[in-house]
Every structure is written in structure tokens, then in C-alpha cells.
């Protein structure tokens, strides 16, 4: 309103918001306008208490902010403010946000401009415009503002009210101006009555030095980006940016009255942190603006000024054309140099410090853009007619022109790269080779590597070329060295590998290696290690060297030619039997040469393993001769048909195949075959293991008859194998027979113990008469006869004890008995007597005595019963006896104090009766004859023994017992002779003796007297009066003595085991063996023939 007041109100006329703004009806409001835009009121915040001269730096990733986030840089004491980066949202953002983005620009005739929200607050300061605003209006979606009035033109300003220049003058005053939709059109109407229609062309203001790209942005603001790592920098200086130049770490901004000189905080390549470091307030004109380490270049039309920072002149260049383009080139700080074109077709080299310029060339066309390459030897020039001509700047010969360009970069690594722009392509160039073109929009700007930056619209792009094509250009050349620097700058793992293969085969090794290396080939590189070896040692044949980078790449029949040709035709035939290929390799055989293929046709046999077919190989192997591989592989596939095939046709000399025939034969479960392999190589010993390995005793034993030498090869794994199976008695024979007697002994030994222990005494007993038995055996050896007699005759006592003790046990053991009262009565006597002092382990004297003691009473021997109870009382007695024999011992006292005269045992030597408790043990009271007991019913049994007369041999006894003479009549006479050591009983015979009287009988009734055993020793006259039946013979071997024993009552049968010699009533033994099926004391059946 006219009174400064603005009244909002909906679309029915309502108010809604009433502002009331300073001043009043002193500065009527003429003109307003709503933003367009609802993207643009961050860039008012907090900018209420900015000066106009404060420098704003925001650090950004996209372009337009979302979020600022104060921050202050000591800089000369600007205020910066640094911008995280945030991904725009179009979202609300509270609840206020619709209000904010509706933003009315005000214009009164208080000659200043306002922004206000749609709630009545004020956005930011008013802004001062020195003339009465008539008209106001947005321009380019409310990106700027349109302002006309009392100063007779339409001038441009920045959304935040920043004059920015003018758009038209008039004649009069401008009341209204409106710009046309989404286009850059704008039509004034003035006070006089005229329409003015201007466009408004924003041109683009920039700068750019290698990575580093500045440039406007909004008319007010300059971002600098980073074009390798894509960093922005948005820096705000809230006046129209008029010219921008880049170098180094420097960055110049002009503005209307001033040049701003900004430098990087750090050295670092990615510091994008810009501080102010000069000021020159002072208003220059000028068509270009270029920066320098200390130094600022203004260019006026024809003319160049180098200002130092703080605005003093220091040269002045004059040329004779206009500037039309103008670069650094680098140099040291101070001295650097500049590149110019003028428009006459001139182009110079000036130096900072230097007054004169250096007139490089002069072409015959403007020029309108220039770069010099790395090496400063070549330059590239644009002229106006879009011709990019490129100069040897030593020689100033043009080397080569290109049409369509607008611009042109030399690439800053590679020497001969460059890059030129026009007509919407890319093109690259390499050298004097063919332009590669590729479509792209804009203007080239910089080459750095594989990097084209390139300038479209406003925007700059860091575009990623692949080399690829310039390096196949030199590839095709065969320039191996260039077109490595080239894949330098960036080409794919294919290229790499492309160019390796190129220049393995151009013989570059150098190279071939480096561009292995890029692609990790390590094969590769092995080879060109290896060629580099060869070359060392002296080696220069090339066709050899390429024939072996033919062969690792696949040609393989180039490989051979080159082989062949450099003579090595043996390398050829090697590759192609490597390869399997072995119909090409026989092309390369010798001259029938048989070595030559006998390789070939193994090799192809290995080939056919390799491949599965181990049929097809054994052929081969068996006509090339490697039988070994053939057998190999028929036995790990298990072909015994081919196996023994093989092994028959073998001569018996080749004993490597045999024995590798004969073992696959063994391990096939093939025996036999084995058996007939290791005979026809004569080989007894291996087929006494085959026998062995695989149990085959019967052949084994029959091989062991025919060669005894093999003995002990074949009986002690068969003990061994008998012991295994628990089989150990036939694992002591077995030992035996083998001649490992410590074995044997050992074996039995062990079974004995464990029989011992486990209270098998009847196994104890048989196992100590098999002990007592081997000891005899090793008698028979001088050395140790007279230890192993000891032993002998230990053993056979304890075997005697253990097989008697067994009934007894089993009798306190087992409930019910199967042995009669008497034979446990003799036994119980018979042990009781034999006993040593020292009781046998296992044995209990209580048991024994127990048992007397119960069937002593039960058969009448009280007294016999009494004194067993006796010694029982000073014994330790098990629990479970204890009752029994407590009992026993009170009843024993009813009884009366004598034994029955049934029981008494009677000496039939001597005919005397002896007591039941014996002192001098199992022997006569009287003539001390020795007992002889049954080994069942343990009676005593009627037998005297008796020795030969000296000079009697055992065959001349058996000789005249066998004649069983008749006896005639004689008087005997019986001759007692005395000597020191001994008695001896003879009988004599006279001449004049009649009677027929039996010796024996005659000696059995004489009164013997003495207390030393006195033996019956007969003559040859008794031995022939004797019948064979009523003498037995103990046949013991070498190195004892047979024994004879004289039945006295032939009537009464005694049978006498062959092995083991115990005696026995016969009615008894053979109860016993139709029983056991064997001798119940040496278990010998009794189908076995005798010893």
C-alpha cells in the first residue's frame, strides 16, 4: 500500500497476514513480487550480520546446499562457512516449510528492495537501490530479479538483492519489465511510451589448471573443483565475478572494484580449503585475467600487465595484434612463462621477469586456442577457421593439421598424445597415426593420462578414454616401447596382454616382461626368464627363441617349422609327444632311430593312462618294452589274466618284472599264480613267504622237506600264527620244531602261569610235563645238560603234584565229586608226602589236608584223620572251610585212636606194611624201595624197578628179555656186596644150583636192613629168565637212562603211556582214554603212534 503497509489475503479477499514495515507512508510500497522458485531460500541463512566484503567458503559435493553449518577460518579476518555434504530432499522439512518457500520481494520508493515470508518476517537486510523502483519481477525462475524505475533502465540483480549490472538504458523511466517464460527474453516498457525486447546472455567465466577447474556459479559465486576426486568448493563473494584464473595454489576472482587472491592452507594436492591471501582494491578493465605465484596478468586488447599482489605495475608488454588466447606453462616462482596467441597468427612465449616476448611461430590465421607439450618441443594450435595444426616449435615445421577443432590439450604424460574437440567428437591423436574419434559434447580442456576434461555448458567432466587405440597403432608398427608408454596411461587387461604378446613375439623381451608384470602372468615370465638366461650363456638363434614363444602361445605347428629350421627337430618331436599330438611328432622321428621311438610309443602309452585308457596302454607299454608300467597298471586295476599273460612271457632273467608280477599276483588274492611266477624265477625264499603270508602251510611244510634249509622261515610264523589264534601248544611244537627253543619255553612257561593262576591244574600239570620234556630235549646239548636235567626233573615233579592237586581241588570246589574216596584219600596221601617244602604256587595244603582229614574219617583212618586235623589247627583256614573243620576236629576225638588195616600200603618188594603217615615220604619203611603210584587212582602199584649190571646196553636188555627161555633148575644164591658208597643186591647163580625159583622172588623175600636204598641190578642170566609181559620199559631219550620196572603180580594188568611213561592200572587207562579220547596226563591220543 502507499502507507508501507502489505495486506495478504486469500482468494475470497480475507486478510490473512498483515506486515507493517519501518518508514510507513515514507516509503510507499510500488511494486511486488512472489519467488517462482522453492529451492532457494537457504542461501539467506544466517546472513542478517554479513558485510558486503566477507567472503563466504562452502565446501560441498553437489551443487545445490541443503544444510550450512558455521565454521570460522582465521584468514585475514573473512568469516568462512564450510558445507557438509547432504543429499537434497524435497520432503518438508518442519512445519513452517510451505510458508518459507513463498518469498515476496518488495520494492518502495524508500528506494530499497525487501524480501518477507509468507508469515510477515523479514528474510535478510533491505537492500539500498539509490532510485524510486517502479516494476519488479523475477527472472529465470527466480533465480534473479528484474528492477527498473527513476533510473531510466532495467538493471539485473541476484535473488538476495545483489546488483549484478544493467539490462537496457532509456529514455525515461521504466515502469514495468517482465522476462518470458523459461527463456532468457525481456521486454521494458518506459514512461514515454516505448517497448524495449533485450536477451540476456550469460557467457562463461572459468579457469583451469590441470586438476583444478574455478568457475561462476550464480553470477556472485566461484566453486572450485577438483576433477580427480570430485570435491567442490563454493566460495561466496556476493558481487558480480567477472574474471577467474587458477594456477597452482593460487586462485584470482575479479570483481567490479576489486581482485581477490586466494591461496591453499596446506601443500597438500587435495587441500580444496582456500584462504584469502591478497586484496587489490582498485577497478580494472580487461578481456582476460591470469594468475601467477606472485604476480597477476591482466590482458587489455593488445596489451599485457603484470601486477604484483598488491596492485603495482611492475611490466607492460604491447603486441601488434589483439590477444586472443593466453596460458601458463609453468616455470619457478617469479619467473614463470606464458604462452600468447594474438589474432594476426602470432603466438609468443613471454617470462614474467622478462620485458622482451619470444616469438615462437607466426601462422597465417587467428589463432583461438594453444597448448604446448610436456617436452616444450611441439605446439597446438586452433585457429579460427577450426584447423588444429600442430608445430615443431625447434624446426617451426608443421608437422600435421587436423579439421573441425575448437580446442586442443596435449596430454601431460604422454609426449606425443593430444586430444582436440570440435563438431561434437572427440578426437585423439598419437603421433603421425590416424585420428580416433568418439562422439562427445563440449570442449576439451585438459589432458592428464587417461583423463579428458571437458567443458559442457557450465559443467566440467573428467572423461575416462582408454588408450587402447593409439597403442595399437604403434602396435601395428611394431613400436613396442611407445605403445608401452601409451598402455601406461590406462588400457584394459586385454590391451596389456595384447601388447605382452606383441612384443614376446617382436623378440622386445624388455617390454614383454613389464606388460607381464602388469597382467601377473607368471608363465610368461618364467619364459622370458628363461630366454634371458639362454641369451647370457651366448644362445642368438631368434628362430629358436620365437619357436619356444610359439609353443608356450598354442602355435604349435609354427613352433615345429621354426624348430626345424633352426635345426633342433628334436625340441619338435619332445613338444608334440608333451602335447599328445603324436602323429605330427612321428614326422620328426630320426631315421628309424629304435631309442627315438621306443620314446615315442612310452610317452603315447603314458598319454593313454593319463587319459583312462589303461588297456590301449598296456599294449603300448609291452611293445615299447616297459613291462614294469604295464604290470603297474594291470595290478592296480586288478587284471590277473594279463598279470600271469605278462608274466609267462617274460623270460625268467627280467627278475624286476617277475617279482613286480608275483607281488601284484600275491596282493590279487592269486596264490597260485604268484607261486608259479616266484618258481619260474627261482626264487624259493619269496615263495616261502607267499606260503607263509597266505597261510598255505601244507605246501609251505613240503617246500620245508624238500629245503630244510627254510625251516625256520616256515615254522616260526607258524607258531607265530598258531599262538595268534590261541592255538598255543601247537604254537610250542611249532617253536620247537623251528629251533627256537627260548620261544618254546617261553610259550609254555606263559600257558603254565596262566594256567596256574586261572586254578586249571590239570592244563598246569600237562603244560609243566611239556616243559619238562623240552628240557630234556635241550639236555641233549653237552653245554647245558647237567641245568636242564635240574629243570627236567623239577618240572616233571610239579607235573606230577599239579595233576594229582586238580582232583583235589575240584573236590572242595565243585558240589559234587567225581573221583571215589580212596583215590582222594591216595591222592590227598600221596601229595601230603610229595610236597616240598616250599609249596608250588596255586596248591593249598588246607584243601589237602582237608580232604585227608574228611576221607581219612570216612574210610576208617582215624588216627590219620586226627593228625590231619592237627596240622589244620595251625593253618590259615578260608571261611568257608572253617565250620567244616571245626566240626571235623571235635568229632575226630570219638573216634578211636588207630587206622583201618585196609588203607595200610604194602611194599611189594619187600612185603612190608607201611604206615598211612609216611616220614621218609612215598617210599618203604624198610628196604626204601620207591613207590610206584597209578597216575589215576594214585595206588600203589606192584612194580620194582631194577637196573642193568654194568656192561649191559639197553638193545642187548630188550634183546634177552625178548627170548623168554625156559629156566632151569638152579640154586641161586644171593650175594651181598659192600662197598663205601653204596649196597648192592646181586643174585648169583652156581653151578651146582637146582630149583626154579624167580630171582626176583628170591630177592623181594629177603629181609632187607639198613637205612639206605639199596637198587635191584640184574644180570643177563635174570634178564633172560624174565617174560616180555611182565616188564616195563620208561624209553627215555638221550641223555637219560631207560628204566625197567618188574611187575610182580602178572595178573594184574598195568598199562604204561608210550609218551608221557606214567603207569596205570589198564582198566583204568583205557576207561580214561575212551573218556578224554587221550592220555589223561600227556593228552596223547590214542591213535598217535608211540615215541
Keep these: 500500500m502507499f502507507n508501507g503497509i502489505i495486506s495478504i489475503r486469500n482468494k475470497n479477499g480475507e486478510e490473512k497476514v498483515k506486515i507493517e514495515r519501518p518508514g510507513g507512508s515514507l516509503s510507499p510500497i510500488w511494486s511486488i513480487c512472489w519467488n517462482p522458485s522453492s529451492r532457494w531460500e537457504s542461501f539467506w541463512m544466517n546472513r542478517e550480520n554479513e558485510d558486503a566484503e566477507d567472503v563466504i567458503v562452502n565446501r560441498y559435493i553437489q551443487e545445490i546446499p541443503s544444510t550450512l553449518k558455521s565454521a570460522v577460518y582465521s584468514s585475514q579476518g573473512s568469516e568462512a562457512e564450510e558445507e557438509e555434504p547432504e543429499e537434497e530432499d524435497d520432503s518438508p522439512r518442519d512445519d513452517n516449510l510451505e510458508e518459507r518457500n513463498d518469498i515476496l520481494a518488495v520494492a518502495d520508493w524508500g528506494q530499497k528492495v525487501s524480501f518477507y515470508q509468507l508469515s510477515g518476517k523479514q528474510i535478510g537486510k533491505d537492500r539500498a537501490l539509490n532510485f524510486d523502483p517502479c516494476c519488479i519481477s523475477y527472472f529465470t525462475k527466480g533465480e534473479y530479479i528484474l528492477l527498473g524505475g527513476s533510473d531510466k533502465q532495467v538493471s539485473l540483480f541476484t535473488k538476495d538483492g545483489v546488483r549484478l549490472g544493467t539490462v537496457g538504458e532509456q529514455n525515461s523511466w521504466v515502469w514495468t519489465c517482465q522476462a518470458k517464460p523459461d527463456s532468457n527474453y525481456v521486454v521494458v516498457g518506459c514512461q514515454d511510451g516505448t517497448i524495449s525486447f533485450y536477451q540476456l546472455i550469460f557467457s562463461t567465466v572459468h579457469g583451469l589448471y590441470k586438476d583444478r577447474y574455478a568457475y561462476r556459479d550464480s553470477m556472485t559465486d566461484v566453486i572450485v573443483q577438483h576433477l580427480i576426486t570430485e570435491q567442490k568448493v563454493r566460495i561466496k563473494c556476493k558481487e558480480l565475478v567477472k574474471k577467474i584464473a587458477i594456477y597452482r595454489n593460487r586462485l584470482a576472482i575479479q570483481l567490479p572494484e576489486k581482485i581477490l587472491i586466494y591461496e591453499l592452507y596446506s601443500e597438500d594436492l587435495s587441500d580444496m580449503h582456500y584462504r584469502v591471501k591478497e586484496k587489490i582494491i582498485k577497478k580494472f578493465e580487461c578481456n582476460l585475467l591470469v594468475v601467477c605465484a606472485n604476480h597477476i596478468i591482466l590482458c587489455q586488447e593488445k596489451r599485457l600487465q603484470c601486477l604484483s599482489f598488491s596492485g603495482v605495475k611492475e611490466r607492460e608488454w604491447q603486441m601488434e595484434s589483439l590477444i586472443r588466447y593466453i596460458k601458463v606453462i609453468g616455470g619457478p616462482p617469479g619467473r614463470e612463462g606464458l604462452l600468447v596467441g594474438l589474432k594476426n597468427g602470432q603466438i609468443l612465449k613471454i617470462f614474467v621477469d622478462n620485458l622482451f616476448a619470444i616469438v615462437l611461430l607466426k601462422q597465417a590465421t587467428a589463432v583461438r586456442c594453444l597448448d604446448m607439450s610436456a617436452s616444450r618441443k611441439k605446439l597446438a594450435v586452433v585457429d579460427e577457421n577450426d584447423t588444429c595444426l600442430v608445430y615443431d616449435i625447434d624446426t617451426k615445421e608443421l608437422l600435421f593439421q587436423e579439421p573441425n ?607 639206605e636204598f639199596v637198587p635191584v641190578v640184574v644180570s643177563r642170566l635174570v634178564l633172560r629168565s624174565m617174560s616180555r609181559r611182565d616188564v616195563l620199559i620208561k624209553r627215555w631219550p638221550p641223555p637219560l637212562r631207560w628204566q625197567y620196572f618188574r611187575s610182580l603180580l602178572p595178573d594184574a594188568s598195568i598199562t604204561m603211556c608210550p609218551s608221557c611213561f606214567q603207569m596205570f592200572h589198564s582198566e583204568d587207562y583205557e576207561l580214561l582214554v575212551l573218556q578224554h579220547g587221550c592220555c589223561p596226563y600227556c593228552r596223547r591220543c590214542k591213535d598217535d603212534p608211540g615215541p
Design 405 to 1011: 577443432a575448437n580446442s586442443v590439450a596435449w596430454n601431460t604424460q604422454c609426449e606425443d598424445m593430444l586430444c582436440f574437440s570440435g563438431g561434437g567428437y572427440l578426437n585423439i591423436k598419437a603421433s603421425t597415426f590416424p585420428v580416433h574419434r568418439q562422439k562427445l559434447q563440449g570442449f576439451v580442456v585438459g589432458y592428464n593420462g587417461s583423463k579428458i576434461f571437458c567443458l559442457h555448458v557450465f559443467s566440467i567432466s573428467a572423461v575416462e578414454v582408454p588408450q587402447s587405440a593409439p597403442m595399437y597403432q604403434y602396435l601395428d608398427r611394431k613400436l613396442f616401447k611407445e605403445a608401452y608408454q601409451i598402455a601406461c596411461l590406462g588400457v584394459t587387461d586385454t590391451d596389456w596382454r595384447e601388447l605382452a604378446m606383441e612384443a614376446l613375439e617382436g623378440l622386445d623381451f624388455e617390454t614383454a616382461k613389464k606388460a607381464f608384470i602388469r597382467v601377473q602372468d607368471l608363465r610368461y615370465l618364467e619364459l622370458i626368464s628363461s630366454i634371458e638366461e639362454r641369451k647370457k650363456r651366448g644362445e642368438t638363434n631368434n628362430d629358436l627363441f620365437l619357436a619356444d614363444v610359439f609353443s608356450y602361445q598354442g602355435k604349435f605347428h609354427e613352433a615345429a617349422k621354426l624348430y626345424k629350421r633352426s635345426g633342433h627337430e628334436n625340441l619338435a618331436l619332445e613338444m608334440y609327444t608333451d602335447l599328445c599330438m603324436f602323429e605330427y611328432a612321428k614326422d620328426f622321428l630320426g631315421s628309424g632311430d629304435p631309442k627315438e621311438t621306443k620314446m615315442l610309443i612310452t610317452k603315447q602309452a603314458d598319454w593313454a593312462r593319463n587319459i583312462k585308457e589303461p588297456k590301449a596302454a598296456v599294449e603300448m607299454y609291452i611293445s615299447a618294452g616297459e613291462h614294469v608300467k604295464a604290470i603297474e597298471i594291470c595290478g592296480d586295476h586288478g587284471w590277473v589274466d594279463m598279470l600271469i599273460d605278462i608274466a609267462r612271457k617274460l623270460d625268467k632273467a627280467e627278475r624286476e618284472p617277475l617279482l613286480l608280477c608275483a607281488t601284484y599276483l600275491k596282493k590279487l588274492d592269486s596264490p597260485g599264480y604268484a607261486a608259479e611266477t616266484y618258481l619260474k624265477m627261482g626264487d624259493l625264499k619269496s615263495l616261502v613267504q607267499l606260503h607263509v603270508e597266505t597261510q598255505r602251510w601244507d605246501e609251505a611244510f613240503a617246500l620245508g622237506e624238500k629245503h630244510p634249509e627254510f625251516k625256520d622261515d616256515i615254522y616260526m610264523p607258524y607258531a607265530q600264527w598258531l599262538a595268534e589264534n590261541d592255538r598255543f601248544e601247537e604254537a610250542q611244537k611249532a617253536f620247537h620244531k623251528a629251533g627256537r627253543q627260548r620261544e618254546a619255553v617261553q610259550v609254555l612257561e606263559q600257558l603254565t602261569n596262566n594256567a596256574v593262576a586261572e586254578s586249571r591244574f590239570n592244563d598246569a600239570a600237562y603244560y609243566y610235563w611239556m616243559l619238562s620234556m623240552q628240557c630234556l630235549d635241550i639236555a641233549q646239548d653237552p653245554a647245558q645238560k647237567d641245568t636242564m636235567l635240574g629243570k627236567f626233573y623239577h618240572f616233571q615233579r610239579l607235573a606230577e603234584l599239579y595233576h594229582g592237586y586238580h582232583a583235589i581241588h575240584r573236590h572242595t570246589e565243585d558240589p559234587f565229586s567225581v573221583h571215589r574216596p580212596e583215590t582222594l584219600f591216595n591222592i590227598s596221601r600221596f601229595l601230603l608226602h610229595s610236597l616240598p617244602k616250599d609249596t608250588p604256587s596255586g596248591i593249598s595244603k588246607v584243601k589237602i589236608l582237608f580232604t585227608l582229614a574228611k576221607q581219612s574219617k570216612a574210610l576208617g583212618a582215624y588216627r590219620l584223620a586226627r593228625h590231619a586235623y592237627d596240622k589244620l589247627r595251625g593253618l590259615y583256614i578260608p571261611a568257608r572251610f572253617q565250620k567244616s573243620i571245626e566240626l571235623g576236629t571235635l568229632t575226630i576225638r570219638a573216634k578211636p585212636f588207630h587206622d583201618s588195616e585196609e588203607l595200610v600200603p604194602l611194599c611189594y618188594r619187600c612185603s612190608t606194611n607201611n604206615p598211612l603217615l609216611n616220614n621218609l615220604g612215598n617210599v618203604c619203611i624198610n628196604c626204601r624201595q620207591p613207590f610206584i603210584f597209578s597216575a589215576s587212582s594214585y595206588d600203589v602199584l606192584h612194580l620194582v624197578e631194577f637196573y642193568l649190571e654194568e656192561g649191559i646196553t639197553d638193545e642187548e636188555a630188550i634183546s634177552l628179555i625178548d627170548l623168554e627161555v625156559l629156566r632151569p633148575k638152579r640154586d641161586d644164591r644171593q650175594l651181598e656186596i659192600a662197598n663205601n658208597s653204596s649196597q648192592i643186591l646181586r643174585l648169583v647163580e652156581t653151578k651146582d644150583s637146582i630149583g626154579d625159583e624167580d630171582p626176583f622172588t628170591a630177592k623181594l623175600s629177603f629181609e632187607q636192613g639198613g637205612s
